[in-house]
């Protein structure tokens, strides 16, 4: 690794997604060619410009993987019980196998309410309690996206991760806390010893400054600087927030000039996360015909 004062190396999610969607495009041939055509349902509520262009980016992105993407898109207006009977109609319709709910929803819905009403198998997020409960049991299931891709990431960059101190700043349940439990099983791209740590420690920094390998998960913008940073350490950026579209991540750009290897500020975790969730949906796919 580079030691302080050098530029560290770059750590790229573009090449760790095309892979992944190159295994994902073959699984759809091999689908096809049994008679099955994998199918990813979206649903929008609202009219939200930035929800509904991620929609169109990954109805895009199914149509080149060879999925069907049909959408259902709700006023609004909609109520909950309108979102959950279309969840239902989703469960109930065996030509989907996968289903994204683009989050956010308007503020007098409730996401989480929605999210347990879906086929915990049709998940493609990996976000439903039941597929929470199989990554903590270590069971098979659809796995959280980003930190998939995280893990993915490191693996493709040939960071050694097994026997390493991870230290994980934030405990959300989307990314941190999930993230935590992947990083410890047993598995030569995991196995680490994960230590979760948050802004309510007055002295994260103690923690994050002795990680081997630090994700910053946090969602505050800037809140990772060089000064927390060991020297030589691999820093990834997880958590972010967005002004608008302007992306504003956890880690310090100057961070670079520290670490040893580092997740660029854009084209980072991003594309293995959406790669991820095209996994999850073609092995819901595999699944559900029986082949997986």
Known sequence: MSSAGTTARILSGGPVADQVLAEVAEAVLALRAAGVTPALATVLVGDD?????????????????????????LPASASQADLHAVLEDLNSDKDVHGVLVQYPIPGHLDYDRALQVLDPDKDVDGMHPVNMGRLALGLPGPLPCTPAGIEALLAFHGVPVAGREVVILGRGATLGRPLAMLLAQKRPTANAAVTVVHTGVADWPRYTRRAEILVAAAGVPGIIQPEHVRP?????????????RRLLPDVDESCAEVAGAITPRVGGVGPTTVAMLFRNAVRAAQGAAGLG
């Open 232 to 244: 030589g350490a691999v820093v990834v950026g997880g958590g972010v927030r967005y002004e608008g």
């Open 49 to 73: 410009d930035a929800s509904a262009g991620y929609i169109r980016i990954k109805q895009r992105q199914a149509a080149e993987l060879g999925f069907v993407s049909p959408h259902v898109h």
